[in-house]
C-alpha cells in the first residue's frame, strides 16, 4: 500500500449532543469514517495527524464563525481519537471528536443566547470589635468616616477599657467565568485593578451607593480558554470603621469624672468609589449577568 497523503471519503455515521444546566458544559460527540489514500502507520506522527485532523487542530471552533445565538455556537474541539477499523489494513478510521463549551443556552423574556455562569455566594459572619459606645451614635457610622468630636452613644467602657462586641457583617463573592478568547486576561486585569479596594458609587445589586466595598478579587484558569474573576466584597455595619479613644499624655484612654472615656471617634482606611458594576462587563451579556447575579437565575430575567 501506499504511503499516505489525504483523506479520499469521509462520512459522519455517530453523532450525539447533551446539554448540562446552568454550571455545566453542553457537550458535542461525532464519529466520522474515514478511509485515506494509502496505509497508515499508528506509530508515524505525520500519519496520525492526518487521521486526526479530520476535525481540525484542538481548541478550533465547531462553527466556521463562533456566534451566541444558537445552542452549539461556541463550542470547541477539546479531544479526538482514532479507531483503525477491523479489515481495512489500517486505511479506514472510525475517528470521534468530543466538543464543549461552558456557556449555557439561555431562554427566557427577551433572552435568547448562550451565558457564560455567574456565581454568587453570602457569608453573613459578625465582625469582633472593640467598642466603647454602643447605640444610638450622635455621630452614624459611614464610609471614609474620620471625626474629631465624640461619637455620642452609651458609654460601656470601665476606666477606658472597651467591652468586646460582634457587629453584623457580610461578605459576598461574586464569580464570573470569562472566555479569555473573547476577552483577554489584560481586560480582566484592568477591571479588577479599577473596582478593587473601593465603595459602590452606585446601586450595586441589592445596596445602595457607598453601602459595600471590593475588597480583594482574583482570578483563576479553569481549562483552555476558560478563566474565573472572583470579586470579593463587604457590607458592615459600621462601614469598616472602628471606635478610637482619645489618649492622654500616656498613651491610655483619656478619662470622664464617672471612669469611662471621655471622648470616642470614628476612625476608618479611606478608599476612593467606583461603579462596581462595571464587573459585570467580563460577562458575555453584562445585562443579563446583573440580573442573574441579583436574582440567581435567567429564568427571571428581565
Known amino acids: 500500500m501506499p504511503t499516505p497523503t489525504s483523506i479520499t471519503r469521509s462520512a459522519i455515521v455517530a453523532q450525539n449532543f447533551a446539554e448540562g444546566g446552568p454550571q455545566q458544559a453542553g457537550t458535542y460527540t461525532v464519529t466520522k469514517r474515514v478511509e485515506l489514500n494509502g496505509n497508515v502507520d499508528v506509530e508515524d506522527s505525520t500519519h496520525m495527524a492526518l487521521v486526526l485532523g ?5 481548541l478550533s471552533s465547531l462553527r466556521a464563525t463562533m456566534v451566541k445565538t444558537e445552542p452549539m455556537g461556541m463550542m470547541r474541539l477539546r479531544s479526538v481519537n482514532a479507531v483503525p477499523v477491523i479489515g481495512s489494513s489500517n486505511t479506514v478510521f472510525d475517528v470521534t471528536a468530543r466538543y464543549d463549551q461552558l456557556y449555557t443556552w439561555a ?4 433572552l435568547d443566547t448562550l451565558l457564560l455562569p455567574v456565581e454568587v455566594d453570602f457569608d453573613a459572619t459578625p465582625r469582633s470589635v472593640l467598642m466603647y459606645r ?14 474629631t468630636t465624640d461619637i455620642g452613644g452609651t458609654k460601656v467602657d470601665y476606666a477606658g477599657k472597651p467591652i468586646q462586641a ?21 481586560v480582566v486585569y484592568d477591571k479588577v485593578d479599577s473596582v478593587r479596594g473601593k465603595w459602590n458609587n452606585a446601586t450595586f445589586l441589592h445596596w445602595s451607593a457607598n453601602q459595600v466595598y471590593c475588597e480583594s478579587a482574583g482570578v483563576s484558569h479553569i481549562r483552555d480558554e476558560y478563566y474565573r474573576a472572583t470579586f470579593n466584597l463587604r457590607w458592615d455595619l459600621w462601614y469598616g470603621c472602628e471606635q478610637q479613644p482619645k489618649t ?10 464617672n471612669g469611662a472615656a471621655s471622648t ?8 476612593s468609589t467606583a461603579n462596581l458594576g462595571l464587573m459585570f462587563d467580563l460577562s458575555n451579556n453584562p445585562t443579563a449577568a446583573t440580573q442573574i447575579a441579583k436574582e440567581g437565575s435567567f429564568i427571571t430575567y428581565p
Request: no cysteine.
Open 54 to 58: 479530520a476535525f481540525g487542530r484542538p
Open 107 to 110: 431562554k427566557a423574556t427577551d
Open 134 to 147: 454602643s447605640p444610638s451614635f450622635s455621630t452614624q457610622p459611614a464610609a471614609d468616616l474620620n471625626t
Open 166 to 186: 460582634l457587629i453584623p457583617q457580610m461578605t459576598v463573592r461574586v464569580s464570573l467565568v470569562i472566555d479569555a478568547s473573547q476577552t483577554t486576561l489584560t
Open 248 to 257: 492622654d499624655v500616656w498613651g491610655k484612654a483619656a478619662i470622664d469624672s
Open 264 to 271: 470616642v471617634t470614628w476612625k476608618s482606611l479611606v478608599r
